[in-house]
């Protein structure tokens, strides 16, 4: 329990080159338990689960580690084989330096490059133009040629950094992560993908951290990165919450909260304003400095926890209703309409569908 939800904006994202390519893609939504149904409406989410389940479907549909939407395909083991190819490196300046080169030796691959200033392991700075920022960035040079969506380049940044940071068993906090494309509708997204301001309409897609992680040793081995194999794409895709913000802090509260036995109510701001040993009114205003609000992230708890609560199947719409702070279940149908565009009797039994056709 916790783990955000994924919009459906991502879901048909993933299924654009696997339609290209003529794969029939209704059995890979089967096989992950996601009913076609919520493709239709942009409020659907579906979990990190069954998420996982369809990347992995359609990694093997496709043969195709970039899924079918780059200029040509990545085979599968690339990924694997680059890692391997990190772990021997003395820090992470070096282990990004060797990913870039090894994916530079694929043509048509995607262009990618690190650019650190002078004095970092990462190597020299460009000179010139954004480039020379005091930051380390990671970016994405070339267009992918079939990522009409951007769904690749956008998973290239989060991979990359996700992978950074367990290559030195530490996570690395990103300064700005920007597009080089206008703001899709689901653009309220990407604050809580990336956990730093984001911009888009940008001259580039990349990200920016401080250069200063570039000379944390490498500390992984190749029994840790069997386990990481075996987790992904779901470790590398989700971004857990470390605390390192109000709203992060606030949020793990509520989750708790729903963790305890039977019945309960979400706590208010005054409540979980004493468990950070903050003021209800300091509580408020630094959320809204981080353009968060307490009832969006009471809304986005209560969203996640349903969508999980149905997808598992272990408690009855009313029970769950009850756990969620609902004092009635038509005021449980009516959030989970707004929520996702359908109701919770029709999303388990989608739900249901799905898992007796597959």
């Known amino acids: 329990m916790g783990r955000r939800t994924i919009s459906v904006h991502h879901v048909r994202a993933a299924l654009r080159g696997a339609q290209r390519l003529g794969v029939d893609t209704l059995p890979l939504l089967q096989a992950a338990q996601i009913p076609p149904l919520l493709l239709g409406d942009d409020r659907a989410r579906v979990t990190p689960e069954q998420f996982t389940r369809l990347v992995k479907a359609l990694h093997r549909a496709t043969g195709d580690e970039f899924l079918g939407l780059g200029a040509a395909p990545s085979r599968r083991g690339s990924f694997e084989m680059m890692c391997h190819a990190t772990l021997g490196c003395r820090d992470l300046g070096a282990a990004l330096r060797r990913a ?6 694929f043509p048509d691959g995607p262009d990618l490059a ?3 200033p002078a004095s970092a392991p ?9 480039d020379a920022r005091p ?5 994405i040079r070339n267009d992918l040629t079939h990522d ?13 950094h996700r992978l950074s940071s367990w290559l030195i068993g530490r996570r690395i906090p ?3 992560a920007e597009f080089a494309y206008p703001a899709p509708p689901y653009a309220s997204e990407y604050a809580l993908l990336f956990g730093c301001p984001v911009r888009f309409g940008a001259a580039r897609t990349g990200a920016g951290f401080d250069p200063r992680w570039l000379a944390a040793p490498v500390i992984q081995d190749e029994s840790t990165l069997t386990d990481l194999l075996h987790r992904a794409p779901a470790d590398l895709l989700s971004r857990r919450d470390y605390g390192t913000t109000v709203a992060e802090q606030v949020r793990q509260v509520l989750v708790r909260a729903l963790r305890g036995d039977g019945a309960t109510r979400l706590p208010e701001v005054p409540a979980v304003a004493a468990r950070l040993a903050v003021s209800p009114a300091t509580l408020r205003r630094r959320l809204q400095a981080e353009g968060a609000s307490f009832q969006r992230l009471k809304d986005a708890v209560r969203r996640d926890a349903a969508i999980t609560g149905l997808v598992e199947g272990r408690e009855t719409i009313a029970e769950l209703a009850s756990r969620l702070g609902f004092s009635e279940d038509t005021a449980f149908h009516r959030a989970f309409r707004r929520w996702t565009g359908t109701t919770p009797g029709a999303y388990r039994l989608d739900r249901e569908t799905q898992s007796q056709q597959s």
């Not at 870039?100 to 030796?105: A, I, N, P, Q, S």
């Not at 930051?135 to 970016?139: I, K, P, Y």
């Open 148 to 160: 009409e969506d951007h769904f690749l380049s956008e998973c290239l940044i989060i991979i990359w």
């Open 114 to 116: 690190l650019h650190a």
């Open 135 to 139: 930051e380390a960035v990671f970016v």
């Open 100 to 105: 870039v080169r090894f994916y530079g030796l």
């Open 174 to 176: 990103l300064l700005w």
């Open 122 to 130: 990462g190597g020299p700075a460009r000179t010139g133009g954004e």
